[in-house]
Each structure stands twice: as structure tokens, then as C-alpha cells.
């Protein structure tokens, strides 16, 4: 199989207000293609389009052969499991032994951290080696390590690899091509993410400047159109008998000659003529449409500094992980002011780490917000059933908070449609509704697409708040902490945490 071919597709959710895509017609050819837009563009849709998962409504997909769909969620152990660790291929061992899984990690799925569950997921994929293999965030919960290993490992893929990713790094090295999603549609350009977004900013500088260039000639153009027409009416004017005298037979006698040399029709073809130019440039401005940069930036007050100078204060401990390994940890204090980045490598213990920590918060429920790495069912029906009871000022403040991290409001809260990034935007905008003493986010850049992330620390750099973060992005925490608690291995069962400024 050679290509993945899209044709005159359309596809809509039926709950979702207009079409999703619309007439996409496009090739994806053997190597890796990056699929980029915002959140809620449809970029998991449409893997789920090319793996059979989800029918067009119109037009087609062609895609032959065997294809899997690595999804962001990785609740459950994949299917081919069982297969994977019986295998004795030489290519088998060597993805068991780069990506350090062991047999033991299905049994111990419910302990596993997401990054260990993604390294087993992506690792049973490549092992199948599929003809078209769709991967949705991969880089999601994996540390540096980890992701640069799966970096290599992709690269050997040899046959047609779709990946969404919001990791600018892995789309420039791994991609030949990107296909970017923009308003139900889609434009393929050559090149990674990087090379794709300048071309795609300077199409739009283009089509900013035509536009504006068609409105000056449009306005131009009525100008002399109105100053035709009155040639026109001063011709017409000049032509009609009605204002001669009755025994003026010479001026009768002129009028007559000037409508057959068609003098009182020249004005009027010369307006007519003026008015199809209008008609041609108003056609052409409509076909380039609303051209809108999106505008991002949090701007409500978002926290508060508490009035407690200490907000956690622990003693020294040990913490099981699971298949008898531990965590020492050292006594820890949080701040009102602090601004603290945890880091370690997947598995180390980090989200254990904070589920010990929040229950000894010194804070009540309301005046801290947790993030986990996943948003589970019960909190997304939370949120789909808490926004409708909202008085019309709070839902407009939660929405304001959405909308400033880059997603329309109208389109994100039917379930079927709205991506795991919304999600996130959502419970975020809700805590704009309490005053947030504590924000606590577990990997909070999952699933946000580029300009969201960025958006997001800025949002973060300006609460007025205490922050604990855990995030593999290091320019992320970089900009918003100056604590540091990193977790490291001390031997093959013990790991600990170290603290630095």
C-alpha cells in the first residue's frame, strides 16, 4: 500500500453544529505525516476516519491493509498483549528491552504510571507491524529519556504513519509532510510543524493584505460607479424632450440624433460595465471568507495568595510503588508563595507523590485546584452537568477562560465532540470561579495543542497563587518555578526525592 487517500470527505457529529470536515480530498503517502490544529479541530477524528473506527458521511477513505490507532487514552492493556511477551522475535526482545518492559506490567496495569502504560501500548503496536499506523499524542506522560527513544523507534517505521502531536520537536525530526486542519478544512505542506506554520502564517499575511487591497478597490469602485451613474442621470437629462419648448424643433431634432449614435446609452453601459467589477471583486473577497487570528491570553484575575504562610508541611516518609520498589521522601513544606516543578523519570512516583500530598493539605477542597494527569469520566460528567447551573456571570467567566485558551465555547460541551485538551480548558475555567489558594496540575500540557500550551503558562506565570506542577516539558517549568523536587532511582527497589532551588 502506497497511499492513504482521502476523498471529497465529509463528516459531522450529529450533535455538533455543522460539519466537522468538509470535501477533504488528499493523499498521505508512505513516511510519517504530523496532523496539526487546534483543540477540537477534528485531529482525532480523523485517525479514527482512517482506522474504520468513525464512516464519512459523504466521499471516502481508502486505506488498505492492516491499521492501528494508538489512542491518547490508555485505560486498559492492549489487545495484543498476550502475543507481545509470548513472541521470541529478535525485533520483539529488542522493543521489550529498549522501552525496559517487563511481562509483569499488564498484572500491575492499575499501578503502572501513564507514561509506563504508553511506552507498553506504542512498543505492542510496532511489534504488529501494521501497513498504517495512527498515533495520537505519543509523547504524552513520557519523560526526556523515554521520548527520545521513541523517536528513534519511529523513525524505522517503514510504512504509512499518521501522528498527531503537539511536541514541535518530534513533528520537525520525524515528519515529512503535515496536514493542517483549518476551519473543516485541510492544507498539506511539506516539511515538520515548523516549516508548515511559517508557510501557513505567511499564506495568511497574504491573504490579510489581498483582502484589504480588494476593500480599497471595492470602495474605488462604487465611487466611480456613483459618479457614472450621475453622468448617466445628467444624460438622460440632457436627452429628454419634456423640458423643451413645444416648437423647439431644432432641440427636438438633436435629442433625436443623440439616441441613434447611442449617446444616452454610453453612460449607462460605461455604470453597467462599473457595476460587473464590483460584482467580480465583492465574488473574490467572499471566496477568501473571515480571515481571524486567533488571540490568546488569560485575562481574569485567576488565584490568590493565601494568608497562611504555610499550605503543606509533612514529615519524612516512605511511600509503596508497586512491585515492592518505594519512595523515600525528605519532610516537605509548601509556601503560599512557592512555585515548585517535581520531575523524574516515568514510574519514579510522582503522581503517587501527589495523591499522598493533597489529602494533608492545610487548605479546604475549594481553595486548592488538582489536576490529575487524566480527566476520568466522572470528571468530565461533572463539568457537562455543573456549567448549565452556572448563574450567567460565572458561565461567561468560564467560558472567557476557555475561549482565552484558544477553543470556542459553542462547540465544546457535547461529549461526543469535545477533545480531551477542552476538557482540560474546561475544569480549568471553573476554578476561575473559586479563589484558588493551590493550583496543582499533573502534567497539565497533555493534549493541548502549541499556541493552548503557551497561552497556559502565561495564564500560570500570572496567578496570584502557590503552584506544584509535574510536567516532561522543561521549558514549561523552566518559565513558572523556581523550587525543584526531582525524584531519582537510589537502586533497583528505592527511589527518593531531593529537593533544589
Not at 471516502?60 to 492492516?66: E, F, K, Q
Not at 504562610?309 to 518505594?326: E, F, K, Q
Request: with cysteine; charged share 30%; aromatic share 6%.
Amino acid at each position: 500500500m502506497s497511499f492513504v487517500s482521502f476523498s471529497h470527505l465529509d463528516f459531522g457529529y450529529e450533535s455538533a453544529d455543522g460539519a466537522l470536515f468538509h470535501d477533504l480530498t488528499f493523499q498521505i503517502p508512505r513516511g510519517w505525516t504530523g496532523i496539526v490544529g487546534a483543540n477540537g479541530s477534528g485531529k482525532s477524528t480523523l485517525l479514527k476516519l482512517v482506522c474504520g473506527f468513525l464512516h464519512p458521511d459523504s466521499g471516502s477513505v481508502c486505506a488498505d491493509g492492516l491499521r492501528i490507532l494508538c489512542k491518547q487514552e490508555v485505560d486498559i492493556p492492549p489487545d495484543n498483549t498476550e502475543d507481545f511477551f509470548d513472541s521470541n522475535d529478535s525485533g520483539t526482545f529488542r522493543l521489550r528491552g529498549a522501552f525496559r518492559i517487563t511481562p509483569d506490567m499488564p498484572e500491575r496495569w492499575h499501578t503502572l504510571s501513564m507514561g509506563e502504560r504508553k511506552k507498553l501500548q506504542i512498543a505492542a503496536a510496532l511489534f504488529r507491524q501494521p501497513d498504517v499506523l495512527c498515533i495520537d499524542e505519543p509523547t504524552n506522560h513520557l519523560d526526556a529519556g523515554t521520548r527520545e527513544l521513541l523517536m528513534r523507534e519511529l523513525k524505522k517505521f517503514q510504512g504509512i504513519g499518521i501522528l498527531v502531536s503537539h511536541d514541535r520537536e518530534l513533528l520537525d525530526s520525524l515528519c515529512d509532510q503535515c496536514l493542517f486542519l483549518e476551519h473543516n478544512k485541510a492544507v498539506l505542506r511539506s516539511g515538520g510543524v515548523t516549516s508548515g506554520a511559517t508557510l501557513q502564517e505567511a499564506e495568511v499575511e497574504q491573504k490579510i493584505a489581498l483582502q484589504q487591497n480588494l476593500k480599497k478597490e471595492l470602495k474605488r469602485n462604487k465611487l466611480e460607479l456613483q459618479r457614472r451613474r450621475e453622468k448617466e442621470q445628467k444624460s438622460r437629462n440632457a436627452d429628454c424632450k419634456r423640458k423643451l419648448d413645444r416648437h423647439d424643433h431644432d432641440g427636438k431634432g438633436r435629442i433625436d440624433a443623440a439616441r441613434v449614435t447611442g449617446r444616452d446609452r454610453t453612460a449607462g453601459d460605461l455604470a453597467s460595465l462599473q457595476n460587473r467589477i464590483i460584482e467580480r471583486t465583492e465574488t473574490r473577497l467572499a471566496e477568501i471568507g473571515k480571515i481571524k487570528k486567533a488571540e490568546y491570553g488569560l485575562k481574569i484575575p485567576y488565584g490568590c495568595y493565601s494568608r497562611k504562610n504555610v499550605l503543606l508541611d509533612t514529615p519524612a516518609g516512605v511511600l509503596p510503588l508497586g512491585s515492592d520498589r518505594i519512595l523515600s521522601i525528605p519532610s516537605l513544606m509548601i509556601g503560599s508563595h512557592d512555585r515548585i516543578a517535581l520531575t523524574g523519570d516515568n514510574g519514579g512516583g510522582k503522581s503517587t507523590l501527589l495523591r499522598h500530598l493533597i489529602p494533608n493539605l492545610k487548605l479546604s477542597s475549594d481553595e486548592y485546584l488538582y489536576m490529575p494527569q487524566e480527566l476520568d469520566n466522572a470528571v468530565t460528567e461533572n463539568i457537562r452537568t455543573t456549567l448549565p447551573a452556572l448563574s450567567r456571570k460565572d458561565y461567561s467567566k468560564v467560558m472567557n477562560v476557555v475561549a482565552s485558551l484558544g477553543s470556542r465555547p459553542e462547540r465544546i460541551l457535547d461529549a461526543e465532540t469535545c477533545s480531551p485538551g477542552e476538557w482540560r480548558k474546561l475544569f480549568f475555567g471553573l476554578g476561575a470561579l473559586r479563589k484558588i489558594k493551590l493550583i496543582v496540575l499533573d502534567e497539565p500540557t497533555n493534549h493541548l495543542d502549541l499556541p493552548s500550551i503557551e497561552c497556559l503558562e502565561a495564564a500560570l506565570a500570572d496567578c496570584d497563587c502557590a503552584l506544584l506542577l509535574i510536567s516532561h516539558d522543561r521549558k514549561f517549568l523552566d518559565a513558572l518555578c523556581n523550587r525543584r523536587w526531582h525524584i531519582e532511582s537510589r537502586n533497583s527497589t528505592e527511589n527518593v526525592l531531593r529537593e533544589s532551588y
